[in-house]
């Protein structure tokens, strides 16, 4: 079993609706826990990060923890063709340090 | 300003020829990080150097691959008899000591290597 299991999808939602993506991990070592937005032929483009349980809202974006359930949310809201991308969930036990990551989610936003 | 910068973009090479992958880190980050990507598939952590302590190689698939990193500047990851399974993206990335809680490692747009 995968320390952290994240649907690889592809989820497919048209313009302006919410995308709704989520992990889980069996580590309960972890505290950080983050969202990555790559391209394609890309590197990773960190979008949001969270310690530990709680809730953080950037623009369009909010990203939940639940560490009781160790289960993680982002929610893109009002989404646009341009977030057509895979979203990848990362998260550490250390505030620094090598990062376990999801396998992610394709995502595909159509006008 | 720049970012991390990975050379060469795309390496093609036959089973059994070594290859030598570097990278770039933004200028002031004293941590950098080697990660591989299969097709499909999430980023797998490889090595990690911070400053002047010893590198952490656990997640160094065989003792065919090696890293090295001239001071906070320039890494090169190595990988020696190349397999087919070895072809992926290769990324890195780097980061400066965390501010507050947060460390924020910036990826470069990786190396793809194609083993035939």
């Known amino acids: 079993q995968k320390e952290v299991e994240q649907d690889p999808g592809p989820l497919s939602v048209p313009e302006g609706a919410i995308v709704s993506l989520n992990c889980t991990y069996s580590n309960s070592a972890f505290q950080y826990f983050m969202w990555y937005r790559q391209y394609s032929r890309k590197g990773p483009e960190l979008l949001m990060y969270?310690?530990?349980?709680g809730n953080k809202e950037d623009g369009r974006f909010t990203a939940q923890v639940d560490k009781s359930s160790k289960y993680i949310s982002l929610f893109i809201r009002d989404s646009q063709p341009s977030d057509s991308a895979t979203y990848l969930c990362a998260m550490k036990g250390d505030s620094w340090g090598k990062l376990q990551f999801g396998a992610g989610t394709q995502v595909v936003v159509t006008p | 300003g720049a970012g991390v910068s990975q050379s060469p973009s795309n390496k093609v090479t036959e089973k059994g020829k070594d290859v030598e992958l570097r990278c770039d880190p933004i200028s002031g980050h004293t941590a950098l990080y080697w990660y591989r990507q299969r097709l499909g598939q999430g980023l797998e952590f490889l090595i990690y150097f911070q400053g002047n302590s010893a590198p952490d190689k656990s997640g160094l698939p065989s003792d065919r691959f090696s890293a090295e990193r001239t001071g906070e500047s320039v890494s090169t990851l190595t990988i020696q008899r190349t397999q087919q399974e070895d072809s992926a993206v290769y990324l890195c990335?780097?980061?400066?000591?965390?501010?507050?809680?947060?460390?924020?490692?910036?990826f470069g747009p990786g190396t793809r290597l194609l083993v035939l």
């Open positions: 969270t310690y530990s349980s």
């Open positions: 990335a780097s980061s400066r000591p965390p501010s507050g809680l947060q460390e924020t490692q910036y």
